[in-house]
């Protein structure tokens, strides 16, 4: 009868701490800028990032093949807000002055528009490729910085989304790293 007891008893504790481990990998624990694989859920690549941290994204103009930065900040709500673009040349994709209550400012041979408040939840993008030379660029004063290549095929599409990983998708996916 004891044995059957401490059998029934160690049964029980393993389940339970099968149950502990399986909700701890599930219940999201860090907020990361999360790349999906375009019109998927599948994670190609995350950067943890937690709200009200910046980050650039910099792009290649093909035409121009001048540098575009476009300047994005995590709202309280995981999104992302566009407070800066700055560029060099007018032309194709490119505006030509700032939109209501922007600033429209030219420093340092470089056209800027400043105070935007563009909110998007998600942003598709795709990764150049003819003039692949994305780059994002994060850190306190902007001192971190990857290659989209080092990450994405040239011409790969995909979703930049502000999400909440869980401790599976955490180690399984590919982290972001200077």
């Not at 099968?18 to 909700?23: A, I, K």
């Not at 950067?47 to 994005?72: A, N, R, Y």
Request: overall charge positive; glycine content about 6%.
């Amino acid at each position: 009868m004891k044995k059957l007891f401490r059998q029934k008893k160690l049964l029980i504790t393993a389940l339970m701490i099968l149950v502990v481990l399986f909700v701890c990998f599930m219940i999201p624990f860090r907020t990361a800028l999360v790349f999906y694989k375009q019109n998927t859920s599948q994670i190609q690549a995350f950067l943890p990032i937690e709200k009200g941290e910046t980050f650039q994204i910099i792009w290649k103009h093909s035409i121009h093949l001048t540098d575009v930065v476009e300047k994005f900040r995590v709202t309280e709500k995981h999104e992302f807000e566009e407070y800066e673009m700055i560029y060099e040349h007018f032309g194709i994709g490119m505006p030509s002055n700032a939109g209501k209550g922007e600033t429209f400012v030219y420093e340092n041979g470089k056209y800027h528009i400043k105070d935007m408040e563009r909110v998007f939840p998600t942003i598709n993008i795709r990764n150049g490729r003819t003039v692949s030379e994305h780059r994002l660029v994060w850190g306190e004063n902007g001192e971190k910085m990857v290659r989209f290549n080092e990450y994405f095929e040239p011409g790969a599409f995909f979703t930049m989304k502000v999400d909440r990983l869980n401790l599976w998708q955490y180690l399984k996916g590919v982290k972001i790293h200077e």
